[in-house]
T-cell receptor, first 115, second 114 residues
Framework: AQTVTQSQPEMSVQEAETVTLSCTYDTSESDYYLFWYKQPPSRQMILVIRQEAYKQQNATENRFSVNFQKAAKSFSLKISDSQLGDAAMYFCAYRSAKSNYQLIWGAGTKLIIKP | DAGVIQSPRHEVTEMGQEVTLRCKPISGHNSLFWYRQTMMRGLELLIYFNNNVPIDDSGMPEDRFSAKMPNASFSTLKIQPSEPRDSAVYFC????????????FGPGTRLTVT
């Protein structure tokens, strides 16, 4: 069975600095998708970025980028120029290409932004 | 687009009462998901609908929980009778199709059962 592990329950970063959130996963499959979701205090789950396992290029969305290491089964999220609005819980999630719906979730990392 | 709409945003009820949570998916999306989030168990998938048909309800905790999707623009999750351990945030999410890899979440309903 696939598992997703986020080993950092909480991280803090100074405003305008860069922070990296870690995520590792375990799977025997070669084709899958990885996601980072953000959950601010408003509770809404917001998709931040996704990565297809067959793509070697790391996904980037504005200040958010990932470091996808397929062999190491690692999928970290880098947030550049951190802003107060980035404060939230961040969840890493995995989905097999064989499944059209089942997301496997990590436990989440709480990101604190220091002004 | 209005996004996924859920109501109510907050619900406080007494043990034994019936609770109905509502969801309107994004127009054009034909997959709908109900999740429950608690501190202890994180995010759990309760049930998945595709084209209004329940495909996987293995996550529904027990018979007290039921979900319906009478049409493409509306779904309900009902708990009857409710218990204090049902207190959680319930999310509805939708996606474009069976092979879409992005799920869009609603704002959630915070349920408190006293």
């Amino acid at each position: 069975a696939q598992t997703v592990t986020q080993s950092q329950p909480e991280m803090s970063v100074q405003e305008a600095e860069t922070v990296t959130l870690s995520c590792t996963y375990d799977t025997s499959e070669s084709d899958y998708y990885l996601f980072w979701y953000k959950q601010p205090p408003s509770r809404q789950m917001i998709l931040v970025i996704r990565q297809e396992a067959y793509k070697q290029q790391n996904a980037t969305e504005n200040r958010f980028s990932v470091n996808f290491q397929k062999a190491a089964k690692s999928f970290s999220l880098k947030i550049s120029d951190s802003q107060l609005g980035d404060a939230a819980m961040y969840f890493c999630a995995y989905r097999s290409a064989k499944s059209n719906y089942q997301l496997i979730w990590g436990a989440g990392t709480k990101l604190i932004i220091k002004p | 687009d209005a996004g996924v709409i859920q109501s109510p945003r907050h619900e406080v009820t007494e043990m034994g009462q019936e609770v109905t949570l509502r969801c309107k998916p994004i127009s054009g999306h034909n997959s709908l998901f109900w999740y429950r989030q608690t501190m202890m168990r994180g995010l759990e998938l309760l049930i998945y609908f595709n084209n209004n048909v329940p495909i996987d309800d293995s996550g529904m905790p027990e018979d007290r929980f039921s979900a319906k999707m009478p049409n493409a623009s509306f779904s309900t999750l009902k708990i009857q009778p409710s218990e204090p351990r049902d207190s959680a945030v319930y999310f509805c999410a939708s996606s474009l199709g069976a092979y879409s890899y992005e799920q869009y979440f609603g704002p959630g309903t915070r349920l408190t059962v006293t």
